[in-house]
């Protein structure tokens, strides 16, 4: 029999992912989201859902875009540190050492240093409780040509994405490829 733990954020895992903007003054910012998933496939949007606390909240909703950064694992300490810190008083880019680009199709930058980047416009705002979920429609999708494969898509493997243990706080690299999707079950 299974054990009950109660009404807690315990779906594993989430992503890690640096949510990019530009603030009031035009400085980029950036901070890390693990209450984050792809939430439609026409139009291909994202979730990702912010406390009204955070410097990006403003933001995004005065700017109507941000840019979803997939760091990899070479990147876990700069992420976990933009979690930590507020844009209000530190340059997280100075700080982590992050590029910021200039997208060309949001107000919004996006990190140089990371392998995949999704540029989204803000379509929908959700308020929830604690967090609001902002919706982006994707409109690019960028990605380093050494993480992609032969299909030219970026591959798991390639981009080495973390992911975040909610609760026990805990970050992780992904294991191992188990199977092709939509394949492997037809064998029952």
């Known amino acids: 029999m299974k054990k009950s733990l ?41 979730g990702v859902s912010l406390r009204k606390a955070t410097y990006s909240y403003g933001s995004i909703v005065a700017r109507q875009a941000f840019t979803i950064n997939v760091p990899s694992e070479l990147h876990v300490r700069e992420a976990d540190f933009c979690g930590m810190a507020s844009g209000r008083d530190t340059d997280k880019f100075a700080k982590t050492g992050f590029t910021p680009v200039k997208s060309e199709l949001v107000d919004a930058p996006y990190i140089a240093e990371c392998p995949l980047i999704l540029e989204c416009k803000l379509s929908h705002t959700v308020e929830i409780g604690l967090h609001t979920q902002f919706i982006g429609e994707i409109l690019d999708v960028k990605a380093d040509p050494e993480v992609l494969g032969e299909a030219g898509l970026p591959e798991v493997e390639k981009v080495k994405p973390v992911v975040f243990g909610p609760e026990v706080r805990t970050y992780h690299g992904l294991g191992r490829y188990l199977g092709k999707a939509f394949a492997i079950g037809k064998e029952l």
Do not use: F, H, Q
């Open 6 to 46: 109660g009404a807690r954020t315990l779906a594993y895992p989430t992503p890690v992912w640096l949510v990019a903007t530009y603030d009031a003054e035009g400085r980029p910012n950036v901070m890390t989201a693990a209450w984050a998933a792809i939430v439609c496939s026409k139009p291909p949007s994202v």
